[in-house]
């Protein structure tokens, strides 16, 4: 028997059809799904141009999209506002407001404190209600002038100034100016004091109608509505 006998269907080994080999670096296709034909792109991670170049033709890539790059760590940030328009100053206050505010002010302060101290007087001295009154009047005293900070600082206007309708606020920017800082434009008036008190006297001709304390604070007063 020869194995290459035409006659001998034993002699005739089938032949394996040969499979398309794959381009080099291609993932091998699954078993049992077809081939591509050619020209067309197989299936895998889909191939991008040399250099990071994107695709011609107008077509997005594979990927996430590119946003448009921002400063790390950047908000936008709203325009300061102008405090009148065209960016000049609003109404100011007169120095009669100021002064009348100022009195006013100090009358809420001070007043039942006095008051206070002097029912004491009359009940005697040395007396333990006259100690208690005169107590309850300088807490009264403490505690009220830091509620006008408080007022002053977040809403530019102490109770005096709410009566006599004017507004303290930052020069640059119209904005109220905080508690910290209108205590320290309180301290600044000692600047005011110390020149035979002609800095109390300085809006009369100012300008822009400040105090010294105003000027080293950058401050105003305008003018607003009551309410």
Not at 10 to 25: C, D, I, K, T, V
Not at 102 to 125: F, T, V, W
Request: proline letters at 13%.
């Amino acid at each position: 028997m020869s194995f290459g006998d035409p006659n001998n269907p034993y002699s005739q080994q089938p032949q394996q059809p040969q499979q398309p080999q794959q381009p080099y670096g291609q993932p091998p296709q699954p078993y049992g799904q077809p081939q591509p034909p050619a020209g067309q792109p197989g299936y895998g991670y889909p191939q991008q141009a040399p250099g990071g170049v994107p695709p011609q033709g107008g077509q997005p890539g594979y990927g996430y999209p590119q946003q448009p790059g921002q400063p790390y760590g950047a908000y936008p940030q709203a325009p300061i506002p102008p405090m009148g328009m065209g960016g000049g100053l609003p109404p100011l206050a007169h120095w009669g407001q100021r002064v009348g505010a100022y009195l006013l002010d100090m009358l809420i302060i001070m007043g039942p404190m006095y008051l206070l101290s002097g029912i004491g007087a009359a009940a005697g001295e040395n007396s333990a209600f006259a100690t208690i009154l005169g107590l309850l009047g300088f807490v009264y005293m403490i505690g009220m002038a830091i509620f006008q900070l408080i007022k002053e600082g977040s809403t530019g206007q102490s109770i005096g100034k709410k009566v006599l309708g004017i507004s303290l606020l930052r020069e640059a920017d119209g904005r109220t100016l905080g508690f910290g800082f209108a205590f320290v434009r309180k301290l600044a008036h000692f600047l005011d004091s110390i020149a035979c008190y002609l800095g109390w006297l300085w809006p009369l001709w100012d300008d822009k109608n400040q105090t010294f304390a105003d000027k080293v604070c950058s401050t105003v007063v305008i003018k607003v509505n009551k309410g």
